[in-house]
């Protein structure tokens, strides 16, 4: 073994017994304080999460006249007692049990949205009500109708209880075909809306077919698009469920949010940022469904949550390209524990949008249940950022139809062999230092897929104790450096086999590979 990867192997032997340190504590409970379970032995250093902290005062939104039957709409009483309360230096709002209808709320600081059981707030379904505003979403500077829920520049604020929020995102969302039984497409077409003329797509209107065919993205085309026609085709501009901006110190706890337009939880630009207990449903079929994007966030914690999402479950980003750039706000200091995902297409996920970088990530004691990717990490040419100091550990995964684990530089990108390679600028990503143990998956697609880029491979990636059965397809490793992957098992059902080109420092259980291996028995298996 040359002296260049013996200096390498031992800066990542480094990182690896700093992150094992970390697993010496148990799960929380049987009356351990949160500080010990949460912060100890972190493998980097962080502040405590900040939490909200609320005066004893309170009102109720029967007080400022909101009525429990479904049809009223409850919007003014709502924001009037959020209003009221923040006015006298904070409390409680207190929605009670019932059925609430209403267009979007806004949270003010120093108020606490306590939602009581058997308390449903339903959004409303006209898109009147939500006006078109300025706003990022894909981690672009874009258009977007207001959200159900929004807070901007607010300070000491929560939403809690034991309440249920729905956002009606299927008057906004469009279906495509090929996602629904024939007898649910038949009954979604039947309730009225637009079919694009490929008979692929449902649209909930006219208005969100023709933006479908002016724009070929969420964001793109928008500069030359009428402030007329935008209102024509507002449903489009679908908005996330709950956005907070530019925020500090905020509580989402107990509460359960389904059925969003957009992205469900979308905290942007945020300080201390706590979610504990929350659960978000949107269904499988939902475009950009997401349960929860946590965009240039620092300090940040997200415990014992339970996700069924129709897109990327648990995501962290900063951005995506020269709006992120700009931006310049990493997504850093984030604690992610004990949490369950149902579907999605990814259990925990990286990027693609990480422009302003993503650093000091520790996530454990997660389960994925038919997540298509579980540990997902994407981003391509263009982005730039600097994702690096990611420590996972204690995943456990069953029925995962593709990777258990990727890591992949050419996110949506089909290039040719003959694509020039760029130089490495700041429209380079960069995706090193990550460190992953203790992970079991029964029943995956494919164990691993490692696909940096030629200019700027994969670097230092340590993989300790993971065991992949009922695989379909083993390793796959292009563009890396530094890849260290120890008592690493993949049953295959297939052909157990590795399969590397283009990389160099690869080690598994023990045995270096050279540059280009070809496909080869695992051994140790």
Not at 42 to 49: K, N
Not at 103 to 125: D, H, M, Q, R, W
Not at 361 to 380: I, N
Not at 478 to 506: H, R
Request: aromatic share 8%; hydrophobic share 35%; net charge negative.
């Amino acid at each position: 073994m040359n002296t260049l990867l013996k200096k390498d192997l031992r800066v990542m032997m480094t990182g690896l017994l700093m992150f094992i340190s970390c697993l010496a504590y148990s799960n929380p409970g049987n009356g351990t304080k949160e500080k010990e379970d949460v912060y100890k032995n972190l493998p980097f250093s962080m502040p405590e999460v900040s939490k909200p902290s609320f005066p004893d005062y309170e009102v109720n939104i029967r007080d400022f006249g909101a009525l429990s039957d479904g049809v009223t709409l409850n919007t003014e009483a709502i924001n009037n007692a959020i209003k009221t309360v923040s006015s006298k230096g904070g409390g409680k709002v207190i929605i009670p049990e019932g059925l609430w209808l209403t267009g979007p709320v806004v949270l003010l600081s120093n108020v606490n949205l306590y939602t009581e059981k058997n308390a449903l707030i339903v959004f409303s379904s006209d898109t009147s009500l939500y006006p078109i505003i300025e706003a990022s979403f894909e981690g672009l500077d874009t258009k977007r109708c207001q959200s159900p829920i929004s807070a901007m520049n607010a300070e000491n604020i929560a939403i809690t209880g034991s309440g249920v929020f729905d956002g009606a995102g299927d008057r906004w969302r469009p279906v495509k075909k090929d996602k629904m039984t024939e007898r649910q497409w038949k009954n979604l077409v039947s309730s009225g809306g637009k079919v694009d003329e490929n008979g692929k797509v449902w649209y909930p209107d006219a208005g969100a077919l023709k933006a479908s065919v002016l724009m070929t993205g969420q964001n793109s085309g928008q500069k030359e698009i009428t402030d007329e026609e935008w209102i024509y085709m507002k449903s489009w501009l679908r908005p996330v469920m709950l956005s907070i901006v530019k925020s500090k110190r905020i509580l989402l706890e107990g509460v359960t949010f389904k059925n969003s337009p957009g992205w469900c939880i979308h905290p942007l630009s945020c300080e201390s940022l706590t979610l504990n207990d929350v659960k978000v449903f949107n269904p499988w079929y939902s475009q950009n469904g997401d349960a929860l994007d946590v965009e240039s966030c620092k300090n940040v914690l997200v415990t014992n949550c339970f996700f069924d999402a129709g897109d990327d479950a648990i995501c962290l980003k900063s951005g995506k390209d020269e709006d992120g750039r700009r931006r310049g706000e990493p997504c850093e200091n984030v604690i992610i524990k004990n949490n369950t995902v149902l579907h999605g297409h990814g259990g925990f996920v990286i990027g693609s949008e990480m422009s302003g970088g993503v650093r000091n990530v520790y996530v454990s004691g997660c389960s994925f249940v038919g997540t298509d990717v579980g540990l997902r990490f994407k981003s391509t040419r263009g982005r730039g950022g600097v994702v690096e100091n990611i420590f996972i550990d204690n995943i456990n995964m069953i029925d995962i139809p593709n990777d258990a684990l990727t890591m992949d530089l050419y996110y949506a990108v089909n290039d040719s062999p003959e694509t020039p390679i760029p130089d490495v600028n700041e429209e380079t990503p960069v995706f090193r230092n990550i460190y992953i143990s203790n992970v079991l998956c029964r029943g995956a697609g494919r164990a691993v897929y490692f696909n940096g880029l030629p200019e700027m491979p994969l670097k230092n990636i340590l993989i300790k104790n993971m065991t992949v059965t009922n695989a379909k397809k083993g390793i796959v490793i292009n563009q890396a450096s530094q890849v260290n992957m120890e008592n690493i098992k993949v049953e295959d059902s297939e052909i157990p086999a590795i399969q590397i080109e283009n990389a160099t420092g690869v080690i598994i259980n023990g045995k270096e590979y050279k540059k280009d291996s070809g496909k080869m028995l695992l051994s140790g298996n």
